[in-house]
């Protein structure tokens, strides 16, 4: 049986997206998609805040188009990132996107003029 890692998120976009510069000055972008859940028992549980990150520069042209609040769909896959840090060992799960699309941008409130 072959193993699979593909992802597939809709969700909307927790704030701008941030931009780090890598070694060699390439850039990785990263954002959060707050996914809800249909069925969650409780509050706490009714959504996830899950970290997606790009280093392919023609999908970044993409992201650098989105703003908070945006309805994003991410195809990518799960990793699982280790380092050092001061403190020891550190790790964390993120999706690298493959492709994202922009699926729904809600209607901005227009600021009051005085």
């Known amino acids: 049986m072959e193993h699979v ?9 927790s704030g701008e997206p941030e931009w ?3 070694p060699g ?9 707050i996914v809800e859940h249909r069925d969650a028992r ?3 549980d009714a959504i996830d805040t899950i970290r997606c990150v790009t280093y392919d520069a023609k999908l970044q042209t993409t992201v650098r188009t989105w703003t908070h609040g945006d309805v994003i769909e991410v195809r990518g896959a799960l990793r699982h990132r280790f380092w050092r840090s001061p403190t020891g060992p550190r790790g964390l799960y993120e999706v ?3 492709g994202a699309t922009l ?3 809600p209607p901005r ?6």
Do not use: C, H, Y
């Open 109 to 114: 409130k227009e600021k009051a003029v005085s």
């Open 5 to 13: 890692n593909e992802i597939v998120l809709v969700g909307r976009l």
């Open 20 to 22: 780090r510069t890598l």
């Open 96 to 98: 690298e996107a493959a």
């Open 103 to 105: 699926l729904f941008r």
């Open 42 to 44: 409780s509050p706490q």
């Open 25 to 33: 000055d390439d850039q990785v972008a990263v954002w959060r998609l």
